[in-house]
Protein backbone atom coordinates (compact mmCIF):
# COMPACT_ATOMS: atom_id res chain seq x y z
CA UNK A 1 0.00 0.00 0.00
CA UNK A 2 1.39 3.59 -0.87
CA UNK A 3 -0.14 6.82 0.18
CA UNK A 4 0.48 9.68 -2.04
CA UNK A 5 1.70 12.69 -0.68
CA UNK A 6 2.49 15.94 -1.91
CA UNK A 7 5.69 17.56 -0.85
CA UNK A 8 4.33 21.21 -1.69
CA UNK A 9 2.27 20.90 1.12
CA UNK A 10 3.09 22.18 4.70
CA UNK A 11 1.63 20.01 7.72
CA UNK A 12 -0.07 21.85 10.58
CA UNK A 13 -0.93 20.59 13.86
CA UNK A 14 -4.57 20.82 14.43
CA UNK A 15 -5.35 22.53 18.03
CA UNK A 16 -6.24 19.86 20.91
CA UNK A 17 -10.47 19.84 20.96
CA UNK A 18 -11.82 20.44 24.43
CA UNK A 19 -14.00 17.89 25.84
CA UNK A 20 -18.29 18.67 25.63
CA UNK A 21 -19.47 19.32 29.16
CA UNK A 22 -21.73 16.43 29.35
CA UNK A 23 -19.13 13.91 28.66
CA UNK A 24 -16.48 15.75 30.81
CA UNK A 25 -17.45 13.67 34.64
CA UNK A 26 -17.67 10.38 32.24
CA UNK A 27 -13.94 11.21 31.16
CA UNK A 28 -12.53 11.86 34.46
CA UNK A 29 -14.59 8.65 35.39
CA UNK A 30 -13.02 6.63 32.60
CA UNK A 31 -9.21 8.17 33.24
CA UNK A 32 -9.43 7.48 37.24
CA UNK A 33 -10.44 3.91 36.49
CA UNK A 34 -7.44 3.47 34.16
CA UNK A 35 -5.00 5.33 36.49
CA UNK A 36 -6.20 2.96 39.73
CA UNK A 37 -6.10 -0.08 37.38
CA UNK A 38 -2.63 0.79 36.09
CA UNK A 39 -3.32 1.13 32.52
CA UNK A 40 -1.95 4.49 32.59
CA UNK A 41 0.12 6.92 35.32
CA UNK A 42 -0.29 10.74 36.10
CA UNK A 43 1.46 13.23 34.80
CA UNK A 44 2.48 13.95 38.22
CA UNK A 45 3.54 9.74 39.42
CA UNK A 46 6.19 10.14 36.47
CA UNK A 47 7.39 13.06 36.89
CA UNK A 48 8.13 11.91 40.49
CA UNK A 49 9.65 8.65 38.86
CA UNK A 50 11.86 10.83 36.32
CA UNK A 51 13.05 13.34 39.40
CA UNK A 52 14.13 10.03 41.82
CA UNK A 53 16.30 8.41 39.14
CA UNK A 54 17.91 11.76 38.47
CA UNK A 55 18.86 11.57 42.21
CA UNK A 56 19.83 8.34 41.42
CA UNK A 57 22.04 8.88 38.84
CA UNK A 58 23.87 11.86 40.37
CA UNK A 59 24.28 10.04 44.03
CA UNK A 60 25.74 7.31 42.02
CA UNK A 61 28.25 9.91 39.94
CA UNK A 62 29.44 10.67 43.47
CA UNK A 63 29.58 7.80 45.07
CA UNK A 64 31.96 7.12 42.05
CA UNK A 65 33.97 10.42 42.64
CA UNK A 66 34.23 9.08 46.31
CA UNK A 67 35.03 5.85 45.47
CA UNK A 68 38.11 7.24 43.07
CA UNK A 69 39.41 9.92 45.83
CA UNK A 70 39.86 7.11 48.47
CA UNK A 71 41.65 4.39 46.54
CA UNK A 72 44.00 7.44 45.51
CA UNK A 73 44.20 8.32 49.45
CA UNK A 74 44.79 4.42 50.19
CA UNK A 75 47.41 3.94 47.23
CA UNK A 76 49.33 7.00 48.36
CA UNK A 77 49.05 5.75 52.45
CA UNK A 78 50.35 2.72 51.16
CA UNK A 79 53.41 4.03 49.01
CA UNK A 80 54.31 6.26 52.56
CA UNK A 81 53.85 2.60 54.61
CA UNK A 82 55.91 0.80 51.29
CA UNK A 83 58.63 3.59 51.68
CA UNK A 84 59.22 3.53 55.36
CA UNK A 85 60.01 -0.25 54.95
CA UNK A 86 63.19 0.78 52.92
Not at 18 to 36: D, G, M, N, P, S
Not at 50 to 55: A, F, S
Amino acid sequence: MELAKDETVTTVAQPQRRIAFRLRQKVEEETAKLEHNDVTESLLNIMIMIILLMIMVIMMKIMAIIMIIMTIILIMVMKTLFMSFL
